[in-house]
């Protein structure tokens, strides 16, 4: 009786714990879904085999990263949602560059001044920072080593098809906030201000991943940190930067966007996500808080608070529980989410004898906002 109730028990218990498919529309007979399904370990090619068998459709598998990228047939998703190696079902939702808020850094020169006494400078040549972004132009100087023409975008792949250049802007202003170099202003005769970045020897890794509207899929940056990864040994990438996002549908530990944030992490890069872009926003009347988004909301990323006044604030992002709208974390976050970068490049480049230190930040024609910052 007692190994009755126990068997009983124990197969309850693997019912329970079975993924559902969430978010999706279900296929009906002769057609198919398309979905990104998280595995509890790296998915086996036995695993993709399975969608196959069930005249599934693999679209992409990832190397580094528990998550394959599949359509499937009604009979291959029956399949997912009894295998239980399988933790999440989810749809390849759309997500965005985030560009609508900018705060001046107005501590800058001290910050700048301190670190110069120290005697830093540059960051170290070599450090590897990949831009997952909407790509970067690949004509603008201040991606050139130091008053040369030689360029330090050491490796550039698109995953939404085309070519690597910027036809949304954000990427080249993004890269130009963080390994931009002042090849502009800094040949005229007085110039009356400067654009350069933050790590201004660093290689930069162009991973494109957000079509010309600024839009791309969990799928494309999925793949772009898969690759980044997959290049960490290559290029010594050391910071990956992800200014973008959507909002948060289910627990981090369930989206296979976040996942692929902790692959990286646990592979040893820095991931630093966007998060404070809708920290004024009280649509809902919470002043501004859970508000972040994902993958922001996963603890293995970072992201900055760029309150007024203040430069290089780190906060881990304690995302918590989910909640059904967006997230509960206790941290509002300001518009700067990209002054963590800079600070994340300070300990990255540390035990190298080598900070970026610049001319404020900007660096791109078209977004040579001086003295801000865009998350």
Known sequence: MAAGICGLLLGSSFQAFAAHATGIELP?????????????????????????????????T???VPVGHYDVTPEALADLESNPNVVSI???????AFVDRVTCSSNFWPLNSYLMSLGSGKAQPGIGVAIIDSGISSTNPNFNLWHTSNSRIVYRQSFV??????????????AGIAVGTDNVTTVLSSPSRGFG??????SII??????SAGVGTDASVIAGINEAISLKSTYNIRVINLSLGRPITVPYTLDPLCQAVEAAWKAGIVVVVAAGNDGR?????????????????DPYGLGGS?????????????????????????????????VGLFAILLHAVRDQHGYAGGDRSGGDADCSYSGHYAG
């Not at 970045?197 to 660093?202: F, L, T, Y």
């Not at 926003?281 to 909301?297: E, K, V």
């Open 28 to 60: 009906k007979a002769g057609e198919t879904v398309e979905v990104l399904v998280q595995y509890a370990t790296q998915p086996t090619e036995e695993q993709h085999r399975r969608i196959t068998a069930h005249n599934g459709r693999v679209r992409a």
């Open 62 to 64: 990832f190397e580094h």
């Open 90 to 96: 989810r749809p390849n939702s759309l997500l965005r």
């Open 281 to 297: 926003d009280n649509s809902f009347g919470t002043s501004g808080y859970g508000t972040i988004t994902a993958p922001g909301n």
């Open 161 to 174: 098809g085309g070519n690597t250049n910027d036809e949304f802007g954000h990427g080249t202003h993004v």
């Open 306 to 338: 760029g309150q007024p006044g203040s430069v290089g604030t780190i906060h881990w992002l304690r995302a918590g529980r989910y909640l059904s709208r967006q997230s509960d974390s206790d941290l509002e976050l300001q518009s700067s989410g990209f």
């Open 206 to 211: 162009n991973l494109k991943v957000l079509n």
């Open 197 to 202: 970045g933050i790590a201004q020897d660093a």
